[in-house]
């Protein structure tokens, strides 16, 4: 039986022997995957051993650096070696790293169960499941959806069209979806890879005029997943292609996902009758990620890191802070995180809000805001048909104490000011009541239909 969650055993059997060259076209797909900060606090600072036995050996300037690629990026590293045609199926990485380093007794997979062979064979990241996607408002319809995909027996929709704009976690939820049906159904074939891939393979097949083998495999799996589908566009054969291994899977009930950067009506250059097949089930947007989303994505994080570095300590309110002013994408905000924690590796100290801004000085420029107290009342009062005067006044009637609670809670969480300096902007008020106003619009939020919608409503207004 042909290899199905591998998309490039085929290739790597033929390997030739791997060069530094080699190992830079790698990095140039990893920095694509990965983003710009990742790669630059990363993968960058590594350098090429060797490639033996199917051994990637990279070396790095410190241990911490070795182990976190380890940990975080050794399967997109794998995916892209092996994706050049190299047989690279482990990877050593350390200050220390070399070639001839071989698994332990504990990291070698034990070849006899279904289960570590789909491990052995398959592409997909081992970080991108169900149990670490975060769910927020601007997801929860593509996650829902994904869900029912990855858990139905039956086929709801088909096919299940994901799109976004980048970094959003299409591809999380796409691999969620595989890992899940290959976890439950160990003996189903679930195929996942990138249209570029799968052009790739097309191609290939020609090449070697092995067409029907490439038919074969495809139209026999039972789940197909295909990520980043807008790279066909414009692409004859593939397109073709792909529309009748597309209606093959379909027409015989096999669950079919795609993704994309953005709706099948907004692809150019796609064919109408692709377009329509691809409407023709369930069309998800994720949209970008809001307040909420992005704190609990870097909330995650920090526990993940911290449940293996006990040391590591960061100020209260630092992330919430971070949460505020990095909105590019999940992407970016991941890279912010993972750069504070080579920060916090290097000093060794609790972070502080200060060492953050520093650290992620770059990042926090790019999203720089430049929001101002001022504003935020002004778009307060403008909500709640207020004169500015109400925000430094001392009347305390309702009506106008609660948008001035909710103006110094937004001033928190929107800008970089302290407690004694919002309070000083709203009227020499002591900062112990503009903590109170704050902890009172959570709660609020919390019990409060109506408070959450004008809390929501405002932070976007004044993000936007
Ligand atoms: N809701 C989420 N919870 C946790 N992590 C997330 C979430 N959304 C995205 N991420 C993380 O953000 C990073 C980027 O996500 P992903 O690669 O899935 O984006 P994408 O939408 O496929 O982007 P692209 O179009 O560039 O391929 C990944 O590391 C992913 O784990």
């Known amino acids: 039986m042909a290899p199905v969650l591998n998309a490039t055993n085929e290739q790597a059997d033929g390997a030739e022997r791997m060069t530094n060259d080699a190992w830079d076209l790698a990095r140039g797909h990893i920095r694509k995957d990965i ?29 911490f650096i070795g182990k976190w690629v380890m940990q975080n990026f050794q399967d997109v590293i794998l995916r892209h070696v092996a994706g050049n045609g190299h047989a690279a199926s482990r990877l050593v990485c350390g200050a220390q790293a070399h070639s001839s380093a071989r698994p332990s007794p504990r990291e070698t997979p034990d070849e006899s169960t279904p289960r570590s062979r789909a491990r052995q064979e398959n592409t997909l990241d081992k970080r991108f499941t169900f149990d670490s996607f975060i769910v927020g408002k601007s997801n929860e319809m593509a996650h829902a959806a994904a869900r029912r995909v990855a858990s139905d027996g039956t086929v709801s929709f088909n096919p299940l069209f994901l799109h976004g704009r980048v970094g959003l976690g299409k591809t999380h939820l796409m691999q969620a979806i595989a890992w899940e049906i290959q976890e439950a159904h160990p003996e189903k074939r679930v195929m996942y890879l990138s249209a570029e891939q799968f052009m790739y393979r097309f191609v290939q097949s020609l090449r070697e005029k092995a067409t029907m083998d490439f038919k074969q495999l495809f139209r026999t799996v039972d789940v197909l997943l295909v990520d980043d589908v807008q790279f066909i566009a414009g692409k004859e054969s593939t397109q073709e292609e792909f529309f ?3 209606n093959a899977l379909v027409d015989q009930g096999k669950q079919v996902v795609i993704s994309a950067d953005r709706s099948p009506a907004d692809i150019s250059d796609l064919e109408e009758r692709i377009t329509s097949r691809l409407q023709s089930g369930l069309v998800v947007d994720l949209h970008p990620a809001d307040y909420e989303l992005r704190l609990g994505v870097l909330q995650h994080r920090v526990d993940m ?22 909105t590019a994408s999940i992407r970016v905000l991941e890279g912010a995180v993972m750069r504070l924690f080579a920060y916090a590796d290097l000093i060794k100290q609790v972070v502080t809000l200060e060492q953050a801004q520093d650290a ?50 937004l001033a928190k969480r929107l800008t970089p000011r302290s407690y004694p300096e919002i309070g000083r902007k709203f009227g020499g008020r002591d900062h112990t009541t503009v903590l109170y106003a704050v902890r009172k619009i959570e709660e609020l939020i919390a019990q409060d239909t109506q408070i959450a919608e004008d809390a929501q409503l405002l932070q976007r207004k004044l993000e936007g």
């Open 35 to 63: 983003g710009a900060h990742n790669y630059t606090t990363w993968i960058e600072p590594l350098s090429f051993r060797s490639l033996e036995d199917g051994t990637l050996s990279l070396s790095s300037p410190t241990e």
């Open 244 to 246: 009748h291994t597309f």
């Open 305 to 326: 890191f911290a449940a293996q570095n006990p040391e590591f300590q960061i100020e209260d309110g630092v992330l919430e802070y971070l949460a505020s002013r990095i």
């Open 360 to 409: 992620l000085s770059d990042l926090l420029r790019a999203s720089e805001k430049k929001l101002t107290i001022d504003e935020i009342m002004k778009v307060t009062c403008e909500h709640y048909a207020l004169r500015m005067s109400d925000m430094t006044s001392a009347r305390r009637s309702r009506t106008v104490a609660r948008p001035r609670q909710m103006a110094m809670f």
